[in-house]
Protein backbone atom coordinates (compact mmCIF):
# COMPACT_ATOMS: atom_id res chain seq x y z
CA UNK A 1 0.00 0.00 0.00
CA UNK A 2 0.87 3.31 -1.12
CA UNK A 3 1.21 6.07 2.10
CA UNK A 4 0.65 9.91 1.18
CA UNK A 5 1.10 12.65 3.91
CA UNK A 6 -0.68 15.26 3.13
CA UNK A 7 -1.52 18.85 4.57
CA UNK A 8 -5.91 19.76 4.53
CA UNK A 9 -8.84 19.49 5.05
CA UNK A 10 -9.99 15.90 5.24
CA UNK A 11 -13.37 16.59 4.05
CA UNK A 12 -11.91 17.83 0.39
CA UNK A 13 -9.85 14.82 -0.45
CA UNK A 14 -10.98 12.93 -3.25
CA UNK A 15 -11.10 8.78 -2.07
CA UNK A 16 -12.79 6.08 -2.18
CA UNK A 17 -13.31 6.73 1.59
CA UNK A 18 -12.23 9.25 4.32
CA UNK A 19 -12.29 8.07 7.66
CA UNK A 20 -13.61 9.80 10.54
CA UNK A 21 -12.63 9.97 14.49
CA UNK A 22 -15.74 9.58 15.58
CA UNK A 23 -17.04 9.48 19.55
CA UNK A 24 -18.59 6.14 19.87
CA UNK A 25 -22.55 7.80 20.21
CA UNK A 26 -21.87 8.23 16.44
CA UNK A 27 -23.78 11.24 16.93
CA UNK A 28 -21.49 13.69 15.90
CA UNK A 29 -18.75 15.78 17.84
CA UNK A 30 -16.46 18.34 17.37
CA UNK A 31 -13.55 18.28 15.37
CA UNK A 32 -13.38 16.38 12.33
CA UNK A 33 -16.14 14.71 13.08
CA UNK A 34 -17.94 18.26 13.03
CA UNK A 35 -16.59 18.98 9.92
CA UNK A 36 -17.69 15.92 7.98
CA UNK A 37 -21.11 15.85 9.76
CA UNK A 38 -21.39 19.89 8.07
CA UNK A 39 -19.88 19.48 4.91
CA UNK A 40 -21.41 15.86 4.29
CA UNK A 41 -24.98 16.78 5.13
CA UNK A 42 -28.22 15.11 7.23
CA UNK A 43 -27.74 11.95 5.05
CA UNK A 44 -24.48 10.92 7.21
CA UNK A 45 -26.09 11.51 10.82
CA UNK A 46 -29.03 9.17 9.40
CA UNK A 47 -27.08 6.15 8.57
CA UNK A 48 -25.37 6.84 11.85
CA UNK A 49 -28.85 6.75 13.57
CA UNK A 50 -29.62 3.53 12.33
CA UNK A 51 -26.71 2.06 13.42
CA UNK A 52 -27.08 3.19 16.85
CA UNK A 53 -30.74 1.54 16.26
CA UNK A 54 -29.55 -1.19 14.87
CA UNK A 55 -25.98 -3.14 15.51
CA UNK A 56 -24.38 -0.82 17.59
CA UNK A 57 -27.02 0.29 20.11
CA UNK A 58 -24.52 0.57 22.93
CA UNK A 59 -22.39 2.82 20.72
CA UNK A 60 -19.36 1.80 18.72
CA UNK A 61 -16.69 0.03 20.73
CA UNK A 62 -13.34 2.06 20.57
CA UNK A 63 -11.11 0.66 18.18
CA UNK A 64 -13.81 -0.87 15.98
CA UNK A 65 -15.14 0.97 12.35
CA UNK A 66 -17.89 1.37 10.24
CA UNK A 67 -18.92 2.52 7.49
CA UNK A 68 -21.89 5.09 5.61
CA UNK A 69 -22.67 7.00 3.07
CA UNK A 70 -20.38 10.41 2.64
CA UNK A 71 -23.43 12.45 1.59
CA UNK A 72 -22.59 15.39 -0.48
CA UNK A 73 -18.80 15.08 0.10
CA UNK A 74 -16.48 13.98 -2.44
CA UNK A 75 -15.67 10.70 -1.31
CA UNK A 76 -17.86 7.53 -1.74
CA UNK A 77 -17.83 6.63 2.03
CA UNK A 78 -17.47 7.69 5.38
CA UNK A 79 -15.69 5.36 7.37
CA UNK A 80 -16.19 6.35 11.39
CA UNK A 81 -14.03 4.82 14.38
CA UNK A 82 -13.83 5.89 17.62
CA UNK A 83 -9.68 6.47 18.58
CA UNK A 84 -9.04 5.80 22.64
CA UNK A 85 -8.99 8.90 24.74
CA UNK A 86 -4.93 9.54 25.41
CA UNK A 87 -4.26 8.45 28.85
CA UNK A 88 -0.79 7.94 30.90
CA UNK A 89 -1.30 5.42 33.24
CA UNK A 90 -2.01 2.80 30.24
CA UNK A 91 -0.65 2.10 26.79
CA UNK A 92 -3.63 2.14 24.65
CA UNK A 93 -1.19 2.22 21.06
CA UNK A 94 -2.68 -1.16 20.20
CA UNK A 95 -5.85 0.32 20.33
CA UNK A 96 -4.77 3.21 18.55
CA UNK A 97 -3.55 1.46 15.87
CA UNK A 98 -6.70 -0.91 15.74
CA UNK A 99 -8.45 1.94 14.86
CA UNK A 100 -6.56 2.42 11.36
CA UNK A 101 -6.75 -1.84 10.60
CA UNK A 102 -10.16 -2.15 11.50
CA UNK A 103 -10.66 0.98 9.26
CA UNK A 104 -8.78 -0.50 6.47
CA UNK A 105 -10.98 -3.92 6.86
CA UNK A 106 -13.66 -2.42 6.19
CA UNK A 107 -12.68 -0.43 3.47
CA UNK A 108 -11.25 -4.12 2.11
CA UNK A 109 -15.41 -5.33 2.69
CA UNK A 110 -16.14 -1.84 0.29
CA UNK A 111 -14.00 -2.87 -1.96
CA UNK A 112 -12.83 1.33 -1.68
CA UNK A 113 -8.84 1.18 -3.03
CA UNK A 114 -8.30 4.93 -1.81
CA UNK A 115 -9.04 5.81 2.18
CA UNK A 116 -7.92 9.25 3.61
CA UNK A 117 -7.31 9.05 7.14
CA UNK A 118 -7.03 12.49 9.67
CA UNK A 119 -5.08 11.82 12.81
CA UNK A 120 -7.13 10.03 15.09
CA UNK A 121 -7.10 11.06 18.66
CA UNK A 122 -4.87 13.57 18.64
CA UNK A 123 -7.27 16.62 18.84
CA UNK A 124 -10.03 16.34 21.96
CA UNK A 125 -8.98 12.91 22.67
CA UNK A 126 -5.30 14.52 23.43
CA UNK A 127 -2.65 11.64 22.27
CA UNK A 128 0.17 13.78 22.16
CA UNK A 129 0.76 14.38 17.88
CA UNK A 130 4.22 13.02 17.36
CA UNK A 131 3.20 9.56 19.08
CA UNK A 132 -0.82 9.50 17.04
CA UNK A 133 1.68 10.33 13.90
CA UNK A 134 4.25 7.55 14.68
CA UNK A 135 1.22 5.20 15.41
CA UNK A 136 -0.93 5.91 12.25
CA UNK A 137 2.47 5.32 10.16
CA UNK A 138 3.24 1.88 11.99
CA UNK A 139 -0.23 0.84 12.01
CA UNK A 140 -0.82 1.77 8.00
CA UNK A 141 2.77 0.28 7.25
CA UNK A 142 1.91 -3.18 8.58
CA UNK A 143 -1.62 -3.03 7.49
CA UNK A 144 -2.35 -6.37 4.99
CA UNK A 145 -5.39 -5.27 2.52
CA UNK A 146 -6.19 -4.51 -0.68
CA UNK A 147 -6.23 -0.57 -0.44
CA UNK A 148 -3.53 0.86 -2.82
CA UNK A 149 -3.41 4.17 -1.59
CA UNK A 150 -3.99 5.50 2.14
CA UNK A 151 -3.79 9.20 3.03
CA UNK A 152 -2.57 10.78 6.37
CA UNK A 153 -4.40 14.29 6.50
CA UNK A 154 -2.71 16.44 8.56
CA UNK A 155 -4.59 19.79 9.64
CA UNK A 156 -2.54 22.53 9.77
CA UNK A 157 1.14 23.02 8.44
CA UNK A 158 2.78 22.13 12.02
CA UNK A 159 1.65 18.62 11.94
CA UNK A 160 2.29 18.54 8.45
CA UNK A 161 6.23 19.20 9.21
CA UNK A 162 5.69 17.08 11.98
CA UNK A 163 4.50 14.17 10.00
CA UNK A 164 7.46 14.61 7.18
CA UNK A 165 10.12 14.40 9.96
CA UNK A 166 8.17 11.40 11.61
CA UNK A 167 8.01 9.44 8.55
CA UNK A 168 11.58 10.21 7.25
CA UNK A 169 13.21 9.30 10.54
CA UNK A 170 11.30 5.61 10.17
P1 LIG B 1 -10.29 13.03 18.45
O1 LIG B 1 -11.56 13.20 19.24
O2 LIG B 1 -10.12 11.61 17.91
O3 LIG B 1 -9.09 13.55 19.17
P2 LIG B 1 -10.47 15.44 16.77
O4 LIG B 1 -11.40 15.69 15.65
O5 LIG B 1 -10.61 16.32 17.98
O6 LIG B 1 -10.56 13.89 17.12
O7 LIG B 1 -8.97 15.60 16.25
C1 LIG B 1 -8.31 14.64 15.45
C2 LIG B 1 -7.37 15.33 14.48
O8 LIG B 1 -8.13 15.85 13.39
C3 LIG B 1 -6.61 16.53 15.05
O9 LIG B 1 -5.26 16.45 14.61
C4 LIG B 1 -7.30 17.72 14.41
O10 LIG B 1 -6.40 18.81 14.24
C5 LIG B 1 -7.70 17.14 13.08
N1 LIG B 1 -8.76 17.83 12.33
C6 LIG B 1 -9.73 18.68 12.77
N2 LIG B 1 -10.51 19.08 11.74
C7 LIG B 1 -10.02 18.48 10.62
C8 LIG B 1 -10.36 18.49 9.23
N3 LIG B 1 -11.39 19.20 8.77
N4 LIG B 1 -9.62 17.72 8.38
C9 LIG B 1 -8.59 16.98 8.83
N5 LIG B 1 -8.21 16.93 10.12
C10 LIG B 1 -8.91 17.68 11.00
Redesign the pocket.
Known sequence: MHIELVEG???TQRVDAIVN?A?SSLLG?????G?IHRKGGPAILEECRALRASRYGGGLPTGRAVATTAGNLPARWVIHTV?PVYREAEDLSGVLRACYTSSLAVADELGATSVAF????????G?P?DDAIFQALTALRDATTQVESARL?L??EH?YTLAKEIATRG
Not at 29 to 33: A, L
Not at 118 to 125: D, E, K, R, T
Open positions: DITANGGGVDAGPLISAGVYWPVFGL
